[in-house]
């Protein structure tokens, strides 16, 4: 691989943006969800499914 390029103005304009309004993020929720699928000899699957609700209060 390469070196990076540096950042072109129209990205840094772009990060800054994205920036600014990551500063106002005051809490978030999220739904994480975990799915494990066995593949049996019998040629059948097992699946587990398992949900969080998540949320979060910055300070």
């Given at each position: 691989?390469?070196?990076i390029p540096p950042l072109s103005?129209?990205?840094k304009e772009?990060?800054?943006r994205i920036?600014?309004?990551?500063?106002?993020i005051t809490?978030?929720?999220?739904?994480i969800t975990e799915t494990m699928?066995?593949?049996?000899?019998n040629g059948?699957?097992?699946?587990?499914?398992?949900k969080w609700d998540v949320a979060v209060k910055l300070s």
């Open positions: 691989m390469g070196e103005d129209q990205t772009a990060l800054e920036r600014s309004k990551q500063d106002k809490s978030y929720q999220a739904t699928v066995t593949q049996l000899s059948s699957q097992l699946t587990y499914v398992q």
